[in-house]
């Protein structure tokens, strides 16, 4: 009796286990997201030389209690130009991405409470956005109007908003089919009341998770196209750029892609874990309520 009673409590729900890996994940993913952040936020205070200043040590030095991450060959200090790459790359990308979901949940919203006819033609266009490699929509960019970082960043706005519209305006679609929005409708409420009532806490959980894992593919977007040229231009402080200037010395002096390989690794990485995690809270399988 005592072996087969012990069986159940020894076996841990599985909601249980997706939460705890969850919490975990969002928790690791926090803690190295808000330590490059606030790198990138404390840069001017904390990096130890200018990220402009050749000669601030000698030419493609190794990594020392000095220069952390060595030098480069016009000896500036690595370190400090990996802080100042972190607000181009790190705040201008997720700036970038704040607009990105906003554009998407207004036109989510927009589609999710129009007629028939006006929802089929937007999710049309939407999917056929969705469809076409953004990648080719910001090298055309690049190509009118010259390489830069802005350029780039531009470009993603223009179409990285479809995935979250799709997203928004199916869940937009399923709040307002369900039984408590039906029956606020029946009473009278509003179309503002049932948006903030009804769907509002629906899309949060969701919105958050694609903001997160879509916020890794466009950082390592941006730093992609910086390293090939079409991004930020040397000699400004951006991981991508700093990783294209290190290609050519890269055998010699390996030193050299560690700083701005790490910072793009470790925030790729950091992202990718919040969405990871934020995605198991928010699964219904993982809600599941076990006795």
């Known amino acids: 009796m005592t072996l087969i009673a012990a069986r159940p409590s020894a076996r841990r729900p599985l909601g249980s286990i997706t939460r705890g890996r969850g919490r975990g994940l969002v928790a690791v993913g926090g803690v190295l997201l808000a330590l490059v952040a606030l790198g990138a936020v404390l840069a001017p205070w904390i990096a130890p030389f200018d990220p402009a200043a050749q000669n601030a040590g000698p030419r493609m030095a190794p990594p020392s209690a000095e220069h952390w991450f060595g030098t480069d060959r016009f000896?500036?200090?690595?370190f400090s130009r990996v802080?100042?790459?972190g607000r181009q790359t790190l705040l201008l990308t997720g700036a970038t991405m704040l607009a990105i979901g906003a554009v998407g949940a207004v036109v989510g919203v927009l589609l999710g409470l129009v007629g028939p006819r006006l929802d089929a033609l937007g999710r049309r266009v939407v999917d056929g956005i969705v469809a076409f490699p953004a990648v080719i929509v910001i090298l055309a960019l690049v190509g009118l109007r010259g390489p830069s970082l802005l350029t780039v960043l531009g470009g993603a706005l223009l179409v990285w908003w479809a995935p979250f519209a799709r997203?928004?305006?199916a869940l937009v679609r399923g709040a307002l089919a369900e039984p408590s929005?039906?029956?606020a409708r029946a009473l009278g409420a509003s179309g503002p009341r049932l948006l903030v009532g009804e769907v509002a806490p629906r899309l949060t959980g969701p919105l958050a998770?694609?903001?997160a894992i879509e916020s890794g593919q466009l950082i390592a977007t941006v730093a992609g196209l910086s390293f090939l040229g079409m991004g930020a231009q040397p000699p400004e402080a951006e991981w991508g750029?700093?990783?294209?200037?290190?290609?050519?010395?890269a055998l010699a002096s390996p030193s050299q892609?560690?700083?701005p390989g790490l910072a793009v690794l470790v925030t790729v990485f950091a992202v990718t874990c919040l969405g990871e995690g934020l995605r198991d809270l928010s699964d219904r399988a993982a809600m599941v309520v076990t006795r």
Do not use: I
């Open 241 to 249: 750029a700093m990783l294209a200037e290190a290609r050519g010395v």
């Open 257 to 259: 892609v560690l700083g």
């Open 75 to 78: 000896g500036r200090d690595t």
């Open 209 to 211: 998770v694609l903001t």
């Open 167 to 169: 997203l928004v305006r």
């Open 83 to 85: 802080l100042h790459g």
């Open 181 to 183: 929005a039906v029956t």
